[in-house]
């Protein structure tokens, strides 16, 4: 079992930065491809990045696309997400999700998932 926690959401001004974290339980964590999704209020959750366990291939939606980056850091098992240039439509519950084997966009395709962090981006 994996359990994921997440940090770093907050308040922030549009065209403002924020670094969410992620801490795994794991201590296979570097064998698990990472992603980050979020949800806004009467919406659908949406993939956001992922990050695979070996070579550390990366994958983003078009929305964030330029603007965000994951990361990893297996000696720490945590991964990172450095959102930049955040926008209002950014507004949205965080969450990190861990699962085996490749990337994947489909949150049904994840085993594990975090509590959340909430991210709002002010206008």
């Known amino acids: 079992q994996v359990q994921l926690v997440e940090s770093g959401g907050g308040l922030v001004q549009a065209g403002g930065s924020l670094r969410l974290s992620c801490a795994a339980s794991?201590?296979?964590?570097?064998?698990?491809?990472m992603g980050w999704f979020r949800q806004a209020p009467g919406k659908e959750r949406e993939f956001v990045a992922a990050i695979s366990s070996r070579f550390g291939r990366t994958y983003y939606a078009d929305a964030v696309k330029g603007r965000f980056t994951i990361s990893r850091d297996d000696a720490k098992n945590t991964v990172y997400l450095q959102s930049n240039s955040l926008k209002p439509e950014d507004t949205a519950v965080y969450y990190c999700?861990?699962?085996?084997?490749?990337?994947?966009?489909?949150?049904?395709?994840?085993?594990?998932w975090g509590q959340g962090t909430q991210v709002t981006v002010s206008s």
């Open positions: 999700a861990a699962r085996r084997t490749t990337i994947a966009t489909d949150p049904r395709l994840y085993d594990y």
């Open positions: 794991e201590r296979t964590f570097s064998s698990y491809v």
